[in-house]
């Protein structure tokens, strides 16, 4: 009768098997993620010639203030590839008193921020692919 253990073909192939299975685990496992850059393309940021020094500063720090709400929303609602609505939702604001615009109002820096989102969003330069651990697909069944 042959032995049953680590040293007999059974164990071999068990062996191979188990690491067959953790590397397709590890696998499955880590995926692709895109994430919006953390620091905003130029295309985003208005800068217009006739503005004053001012001007310039105010909106830099709004515009980077949008971008930081538009990383935030490509963490949890949006992701790479999704169309953006045409109006920008609620949670795409501001507090308009930490980040007064320099050359309009609130609700119209609002607006230009998301067309200028709009207008990078599709850009892949725009964001950085990483690699993230993620086994939720051993709960939502056999996705694809």
């Not at 990383?71 to 609505?85: A, M, T």
């Given at each position: 009768?042959?032995?049953?253990?680590?040293?007999?073909?059974?164990?071999?192939?068990?062996a191979?098997?188990?690491?067959?299975?953790?590397?397709?685990?590890?696998?499955?496992?880590?995926?692709?993620?895109m994430?919006?850059?953390?620091?905003?393309?130029?295309?985003?940021?208005?800068?217009?010639?006739?503005?004053?020094?001012?001007?310039?500063?105010?909106?830099?720090?709004?515009?980077?203030?949008?971008?930081?709400?538009?990383?935030?929303?490509?963490?949890?609602?949006?992701?790479?590839?999704?169309?953006?609505?045409?109006?920008?939702?609620?949670?795409?604001?501001?507090?308009?008193?930490?980040?007064?615009?320099?050359?309009?109002?609130?609700?119209?820096?609002?607006?230009?921020?998301?067309?200028?989102?709009q207008?990078?969003?599709?850009?892949?330069?725009?964001?950085d692919?990483?690699?993230e651990?993620?086994?939720?697909?051993?709960?939502?069944?056999?996705?694809?």
């Amino acid at each position: 009768m042959a032995k049953v253990g680590y040293g007999s073909l059974y164990g071999f192939f068990c062996a191979v098997v188990t690491i067959i299975l953790a590397v397709l685990f590890v696998y499955k496992s880590v995926q692709p993620v895109m994430r919006l850059r953390l620091a905003p393309p130029a295309e985003f940021l208005d800068a217009r010639p006739n503005w004053t020094t001012a001007q310039r500063q105010t909106e830099d720090r709004l515009g980077r203030a949008y971008w930081d709400m538009a990383v935030k929303l490509s963490r949890s609602v949006l992701v790479f590839g999704d169309r953006l609505p045409p109006e920008p939702p609620a949670v795409f604001s501001v507090d308009t008193k930490a980040y007064p615009s320099a050359v309009e109002s609130a609700p119209g820096a609002r607006v230009r921020y998301w067309q200028n989102l709009q207008k990078v969003w599709q850009n892949p330069r725009s964001w950085d692919e990483t690699y993230e651990w993620h086994t939720d697909w051993l709960t939502r069944g056999n996705a694809y």
